[in-house]
């Protein structure tokens, strides 16, 4: 499935896209109105939050840090 940009006129968003931080999940560019998806969009979007949630717990290895 791939990502594009949907018409103007069309309310849908399409599945979000978050980024894992230090101890954060960023979202960039939220809308400020309702959001419209599928439910294929809406099922993406909660496993890309679950995934960088994940990800955003996980301490970051310092660079000279050897895998154990």
């Avoid at 594009?4 to 109105?33: F, H, I, S, T």
């Avoid at 969009?41 to 970051?60: C, F, K, T, V, Y």
Wanted: hydrophobic letters at 35%; a negative charge; glycine letters at 8%.
């Amino acid at each position: 499935m791939a990502d594009k940009k949907p018409a103007l006129d069309d309310p849908r968003q399409g599945p979000l896209n978050p980024a894992a931080g230090d101890g954060v999940v960023v979202v960039q560019d939220p809308p400020n109105a309702a959001m419209h998806m599928t439910p294929d969009e809406a099922d993406i979007s909660g496993i890309r939050m679950l995934d960088a949630a994940d990800r955003a717990r996980i301490p970051p290895r310092s660079r000279g840090a050897k895998e154990k």
